[in-house]
């Protein structure tokens, strides 16, 4: 199960994530994505996976997907570490 809730603030939409990153739900998170950024074309997208418990290899292909389309990912715990690793990849 997967619930996103998104946040419209002044600088950003902060879509906050919780569940499983995985199967349908993988889908459900890049189309919460996308209306977002049609709803407010040309504002900061972040998401915040602090209470993501799991993500299969295709939520990590979205994931990485997001982020180098210039969508913010925040995390701590569990998902940190995947995080770190991605970013890493990315910047070589």
Known sequence: MLR???RGEVDQI???VEGRVAGPWVHELEECC???KQ???GMPIVIDL??????DADGETL???L???GV???ATDLVMGWIEDCNSNSDT
Not at 50 to 55: C, K, M, N, S
């Open 4 to 6: 996103i809730t998104v």
């Open 14 to 16: 902060t879509l906050k």
């Open 34 to 36: 996308r209306t977002s």
């Open 39 to 41: 709803g407010a074309p």
């Open 50 to 55: 602090a209470g993501v418990t799991f993500i």
């Open 63 to 65: 994931l990485s997907r």
């Open 67 to 69: 982020r180098q389309q």
């Open 72 to 74: 913010r990912l925040m």
